[in-house]
């Protein structure tokens, strides 16, 4: 089965900080990933995929994922955090029935 | 182009009653799924369907009913509520092949509580 750990469900960071959020995975297959992004009160939002081209993956707002099959990790980072990318982060892995399976998530705050 | 719309947005029921929670997609994916966010515990799937007529169970389907009679709609029914219910619903949609395969498009989410 397939399966998301999300290391951490609260970081904070200052303002212009690295952003780091880990997220392991576990897929008897090779798997497909994602990060997505949910602000307060509205949906998910996709961030980045990993779909078995290049490991190293960029999304939008300036976040980017590596996939490194050794360590079965796929962490998100950003370079210098904004207050705007203060939300919920959910790592996320494909199911062999179609589906995605989450991560419980990570709460990012972004102090002044 | 509306993506994946959820009716109502907010809702409150008492122990035992019923009601559907609706999704519509306008971009005529294949693969639609209801999902369920519980604060710690990430989203659930509950169930989903890979075509009109096709549907399957999540990891959380007790007290949810689903069915797909058109390509468009996935309605997800509880059939007599409890409190364990009380959650966030969102309905997701993708589609079956090309450069969109595997990427959910979600709802804006439907907030349940039942007393």
């Known amino acids: 089965a397939q399966s998301v750990t999300q290391l951490g469900s609260h970081v904070s960071v200052s303002e212009g900080a690295l952003v780091l959020l880990r997220c392991n995975y576990s897929?008897?297959?090779?798997?497909?990933l994602f990060w997505y992004v949910q602000y307060p009160n509205q949906g998910l939002q996709l961030l980045l995929k990993y779909t078995s081209a290049a490991t190293l993956v960029k999304g939008i707002n300036g976040f980017e994922a590596e996939f490194k099959k050794s360590e079965t990790s796929f962490h998100l980072t950003k370079p210098s955090a904004h207050m705007s990318d203060a939300a919920e982060y959910f790592c996320?892995?494909?199911?062999?029935?179609?589906?995605?399976?989450f991560g419980a998530g990570t709460r990012l705050t972004v102090k002044p | 182009n509306a993506g994946v719309t959820q009716t109502p947005k907010f809702q409150v029921l008492k122990t035992g009653q019923s009601m559907t929670l609706q999704c519509a997609q306008d971009?005529?994916?294949?693969?639609m799924s209801w999902y369920r966010q519980d604060p710690g515990m990430g989203l659930r799937l509950i169930h989903y369907?890979?075509?009109?007529?096709?549907?399957d169970q999540g990891e959380v389907p007790n007290g949810y009913n689903v069915s797909r009679s058109t390509t468009e709609d996935f309605p997800l029914r509880l059939l007599s509520a409890a409190p364990s219910q009380t959650s966030v619903y969102f309905c997701?949609?993708?589609?079956?092949?090309?450069?969109?395969?595997?990427?959910?498009?979600f709802g804006a989410g439907s907030r349940l509580t039942v007393l």
């Open positions: 997701a949609s993708r589609a079956r092949g090309g450069p969109g395969a595997n990427v959910l498009t």
């Open positions: 971009m005529n994916h294949e693969y």
């Open positions: 369907s890979v075509g009109a007529g096709i549907t």
């Open positions: 897929s008897s297959v090779p798997p497909y």
């Open positions: 996320a892995v494909t199911t062999t029935e179609g589906g995605l399976r």
